[in-house]
Every structure is written in structure tokens, then in C-alpha cells.
């Protein structure tokens, strides 16, 4: 941790403690000890961390200390900013509180997305917004597409990834397109000062309905292909249906905005209901059940979401 209280309750920083001196955790109080190295930045330690509720969190590397100092001296001139701040309702330690409204979260590391979400939906009680930072190294894309874990999905904010460099200390946003399958996204990069993570002045990436290429609905149907199971609900609507990729008609294959928050490919779940509605079988509570919505902040609950896929699904037949 980097920042620790005196004897007075003052709060003071590694970097302008004093050697010798008792410096003590603002969170349970417990006695701290100043490390300075070559390795790690000035930083301060805990005797024995399991004491403390900062243990629940991370131990922190040499490249999380870093950046949080980076973003910390970069953001103090201009905003409030508080930095390793406990907030006792909630029981969690935001890495940096800027103007009591905005948590930015340095994550290098991957955890579970329940706990992204849990924990943004914490900072969210107290009307604080969330900013989560990953390794931007950790990022995958090429010049079509981005490929994020179900982690990296789970920290987007209003549909944007923000990463750090560990090196160079660049900030990167990276705005979410549509879904074309096999977890690969559209999306838009920009470079972003540490001012940006507060002013929000990025722009925001249109999405509409997008077509599927050939290509890629191929890629899609071969995934399923190589899933190997009898209970492929893509390939069982194909065959029951008597389609192909020649013969299915172009409104199933579009990726729709809702898309992006579905684990379902974008030809799945409109199989599901042109099946069922050439059948005259659709049952909303059986189509909600084959959804697979992610794991993430802002994703709408179940009901809300079929409901919005099936009007995207009506605006697209009735396009054709």
C-alpha cells in the first residue's frame, strides 16, 4: 500500500514517509512498515496482512504499485483524489477515488467476473462509477477483430475496456463493437490521458445491425461443428429446418447491438425463434432459458434482455 496515517491521522504517502518513524494502516490501524528498494516502489507493509480487510483484495505487484502512483500524481493537481480509500459501508479499498464519484481500479491480475461485478455493483450503492484497468499487453486483437476473456468482458464500462501499459504508462480504450461469433468483436482503439478517465470525452462507437460475412457465419457453424455434442441447439435448428449457409434467409445473419451481451452466437438464439415460430411452438420462458447472458455490470436482467432481442429479431424480419 502507498499511502498510510502517522500519528495524528494524517494521511501521507511511501514516497514522503519518513525513515523511522510509525506509520500506521488507515484501514485496521495496524502498525506499517516502510519498504524502499530497487525493485518495488516506495510502498508500505503490513506485519502481518491477514489482519487486515485489505488481505480479502491482492497483494499487489511491483507493476500495480506503479501505475496507481502514475495515475495518482497525474490526476492530484486537478481533481480530489484519494488513494487507497476504505469505504466502510461497503467494505472495499478503491485504488483511487477521484471527486468521491469515480473508483479507478488497477487489475492486472485475472479473478472472477461475479466478483467484478460485485464489486462495481458496491462502488454503484454509493452512486460511485467504476473505471477498471487491465494489462494492456493482456488484450488480444488484430486489425478485425478483439478477442477478450469473459474477465476482460466483465470490467467494461458503458461498453469500453480501458487498459494500462506496464511499461510506458499509455492508456488505451477500447470501445466494443458488435459480436461475430466465437467470442471475436468489431471495436474502435483510442488513446486516452489519465484526465480522460475522469471527462469521459471519449467517443462513442455507433452500433447498429451489422451483417455476418459467409466466412464468418462459417467459422460460427464450424464451432458448433467441433463442439461434438447432440444437444447443439445452432446445428439441431439447421437440420430440422432443412437449412444451409446457402439457404438461410440474410435477416438471421446479423449481429444485433444485444448481441454484446450474450455468450450465444448471433445465429443461435434466431434459430431458436425462427424454428419455433415455423413451428408455432415459441415459448418466451424456454427462449430466456437457452440464453447465456455474460457475466457483467449493466447486463440486463433476463427478462428485459429476451425482450429486446425479440424486438431486434421482429425489426430485422421485417427489413428484409
Known amino acids: 500500500?502507498?499511502?498510510?496515517?502517522?500519528h495524528q491521522g494524517t494521511h501521507i504517502t511511501a514516497e514522503n514517509a519518513v525513515k523511522g518513524k510509525e506509520y500506521f494502516c488507515p484501514v485496521c490501524s495496524a502498525r506499517l512498515t516502510l519498504k524502499r528498494g530497487s525493485i518495488?516502489?516506495?510502498h508500505f507493509s503490513h506485519l502481518h496482512i491477514i489482519d487486515c480487510i485489505k488481505y480479502l483484495y491482492k497483494r499487489e505487484s511491483a507493476e500495480h504499485l506503479e501505475l496507481k502512483s502514475v495515475l495518482y500524481h497525474a490526476l492530484t493537481p486537478h481533481h480530489q483524489t484519494a488513494m487507497e480509500f476504505y469505504l466502510q459501508e461497503i467494505e472495499?479499498?478503491?485504488?483511487?477515488?477521484v471527486n468521491k464519484n469515480r473508483a479507478l481500479e488497477i487489475q492486472l491480475s485475472q479473478i472472477s467476473p461475479a466478483l467484478i461485478v460485485r464489486r462495481?455493483?458496491?462502488y454503484a450503492s454509493l452512486g460511485i462509477d467504476t473505471i477498471w484497468l487491465l494489462d494492456t499487453a493482456a488484450l488480444k486483437y488484430d486489425a478485425h477483430y478483439?478477442?477478450?476473456t469473459h474477465f476482460q468482458l466483465s470490467t467494461q464500462c458503458d461498453h469500453k475496456i480501458y487498459t494500462m501499459d506496464l511499461k510506458r504508462h499509455g492508456i488505451t480504450v477500447f470501445h466494443i463493437g458488435n459480436h461475430m461469433g466465437c467470442g471475436r468483436f468489431k471495436y474502435k482503439k483510442e488513446k486516452v490521458t489519465p484526465e480522460g478517465l475522469i471527462t469521459d470525452g471519449q467517443e462513442q462507437l455507433p452500433i447498429t445491425n451489422q451483417k455476418l460475412s459467409r466466412h464468418e457465419v462459417e467459422t460460427i457453424i464450424r464451432r458448433e461443428k467441433s463442439q461434438r455434442t447432440v444437444q447443439n441447439k445452432t446445428l439441431t435448428f439447421l437440420y430440422q429446418t432443412g437449412l444451409s449457409i446457402d439457404t438461410?434467409?440474410?435477416?438471421?445473419t446479423y449481429s444485433t447491438p444485444n448481441d454484446r451481451y450474450l455468450m450465444n452466437s448471433p445465429l443461435e438464439w434466431k434459430l431458436f425463434i425462427?424454428?419455433?415460430l415455423e413451428q408455432g411452438t415459441f415459448n418466451k420462458t424456454e427462449f430466456e432459458q437457452m440464453l447465456k447472458p455474460r457475466t457483467m455490470f449493466g447486463c440486463p436482467?433476463?427478462?428485459?434482455?429476451?425482450a429486446m432481442l425479440i424486438k431486434e429479431y421482429i425489426m430485422l424480419y421485417s427489413s428484409q
Do not use: N, V
Request: charged residues 15%; hydrophobic residues 45%; negative net charge.
Open 301 to 306: 436482467d433476463i427478462q428485459t434482455l429476451s
Open 146 to 148: 478483439m478477442y477478450p
Open 120 to 122: 462495481t455493483k458496491g
Open 248 to 252: 438461410l434467409p440474410e435477416y438471421l
Open 274 to 276: 425462427y424454428f419455433h
Open 92 to 97: 472495499q479499498i478503491a485504488d483511487l477515488l
Open 1 to 6: 500500500m502507498i499511502i498510510a496515517m502517522d
Open 40 to 42: 518495488k516502489a516506495p
